[in-house]
C-alpha cells in the first residue's frame, strides 16, 4: 500500500502541472549561472516533497491514534470514504468547509509569503517557495493525504507521502524548467482522469478495510483473536 503514493503521484502528475505549473514556470533563476538555475528548480520542487512528508506525518500520527484505540479496519474505510467524498463534493460545499474551518486566513499567509520569496533571487528562497507551494489548497494532494492515514504509523505515512512527491517530481521539474514540454490538450486529458485513479484508491482502501481474506489486497486481521485466546488459556483453572 506504501508504494500507491508513488503510483498515484505519478499518474496525477499532470494534475500538478495544470495547477502548480504557472507557480514552476515563472520561479526567478536563482542565480545568474546555469548551474543554479537548474539547482534552483531542483531546490523548488525538494520543498514541495518536503512539505507533502510532513504532512504525511501528521496524517500518520492521526491514524495511528485510531489504530491505538483497534481501529485499524475503521482507518483503512474511512480513509476510503474520505477520498471519495473529496472527489464528489463540488467545489462549492468545499468552500464552504474552508470557511467554517477558518483556512482561509491561512492560506492567504501562505500566498503573502510566496509573494515575498518570489522577489528574492536566491536558491534559499526557491525552496521556500517550495515548501510554502505544497500547502496551497489542493484536492489532489487531500486524496493522498486520506490514503496515508491507512499507512502503518507515522514513519509509513510520512514515506506515503514522501513516494507520493516523488512521483510528481521528473515532469513537475521538466516543466519547471520549460512549460513547452506538456501541452494544454495533454493536461486536460491527465486530469479528466484524476478522479478515476482516486476512486479506484477509494475502493482498494475500502476493500482492504472490510477484511475480506485476500491476500494482500484484504487480509484478515487477527490481532484482536489472538490477543482474546492469549487472555482466555491464562483464565483456565489450574
Not at 508504494?3 to 505519478?10: P, S, T, Y
Not at 501528521?58 to 480513509?79: D, P, R, T
Not at 525552496?127 to 489532489?140: A, E, K, T
Request: net charge positive; aromatic share 10%.
Amino acid at each position: 500500500m506504501i508504494w500507491a503514493g508513488f503510483l498515484f503521484g505519478i499518474l496525477g502528475s499532470f494534475h500538478c502541472v495544470g495547477m502548480c505549473g504557472p507557480i514552476a514556470m515563472a520561479l526567478p533563476f536563482g542565480g545568474s549561472s546555469g548551474w543554479r538555475y537548474y539547482t534552483g528548480r531542483l531546490l523548488y520542487n525538494g520543498g514541495r516533497i518536503t512539505t507533502y512528508a510532513t504532512l504525511g506525518a501528521l496524517a500518520g500520527a492521526f491514524g495511528q491514534s485510531l489504530e491505538m484505540a483497534g481501529l485499524q479496519q475503521v482507518v483503512s474505510i474511512v480513509s476510503g470514504v474520505m477520498i471519495l467524498l473529496l472527489l464528489v463534493l463540488p467545489a462549492a460545499l468545499k468552500g464552504k468547509a474552508s470557511n467554517v474551518l477558518g483556512t482561509e486566513k491561512a492560506v492567504a499567509w501562505v500566498r503573502r509569503r510566496l509573494g515575498y520569496y518570489f522577489q528574492k533571487n536566491s536558491l534559499g528562497s526557491l525552496f521556500m517557495v517550495g515548501l510554502l507551494n505544497g500547502l496551497l489548497p489542493c484536492g489532489f494532494v487531500y486524496i493522498a493525504l486520506a490514503g496515508a492515514i491507512s499507512a502503518p504509523g507515522v514513519g509509513g505515512a510520512m514515506l506515503y507521502m514522501l513516494l507520493f512527491g516523488l512521483g510528481t517530481f521528473p515532469l513537475m521539474y521538466l516543466v519547471s524548467l520549460s512549460g513547452k514540454l506538456v501541452s494544454l490538450k495533454l493536461r486536460s486529458t491527465f486530469n479528466r482522469l484524476v478522479p478515476y485513479v482516486g476512486m479506484c484508491l477509494a475502493v482498494l482502501f475500502i476493500v482492504r478495510g472490510l477484511g475480506l481474506g485476500i491476500p494482500y489486497i484484504s487480509p484478515k486481521v487477527v490481532q484482536t483473536e489472538t490477543h482474546t485466546t492469549e487472555m482466555s488459556c491464562c483464565t483456565k483453572p489450574k
